[in-house]
Nanobody
Framework: QVQLVESGGGLVQAGDSLRLSCAAS????????MGWFRQAPGKEREFVAG????????DYADSVKGRFTISRDNAKNAVYLQMNSLKPEDTAVYYC????????????WGQGTQVTVSS
């Protein structure tokens, strides 16, 4: 089992950058693909970015390509989401998840961290 705790959210202005972190417990972190998802008020949760177990493959939603970068440090049991050129439409609760990068199925979820981008 993996427990996930996100951090790094906050209130920023459009055009600013923010880095989210997700700390994972458990000795099997490197066995999981990791993903970031987000959910805005009144909307369904959506995929943002994913990274495979070794960190050499990544995938992004079209809406964040070129602005967001996902990375992981298996030695630290952590995954990150660097968010640049933030837009008001990026406002959401961001969730970290662990599962299968290739099957796009995630089974462990964090509690989320709020990101608010003002115009």
């Amino acid at each position: 089992q993996v427990q996930l705790v996100e951090s790094g959210g906050g209130l920023v202005q459009a055009g600013d950058s923010l880095r989210l972190s997700c700390a994972a417990s458990g000795r099997t972190f490197s066995s999981y693909g990791m993903g970031w998802f987000r959910q805005a008020p009144g909307k369904e949760r959506e995929f943002v970015a994913g990274i495979n177990m070794s960190g050499d493959l990544t995938d992004y939603a079209d809406s964040v390509k070129g602005r967001f970068t996902i990375s992981r440090d298996n030695a630290k049991n952590a995954v990150y989401l660097q968010m640049n050129s933030l837009k008001p439409e990026d406002t959401a609760v961001y969730y970290c998840a662990a599962g299968s990068y290739y099957l796009k199925r995630y089974i462990y979820w964090g509690q989320g961290t709020q990101v608010t981008v003002s115009s």
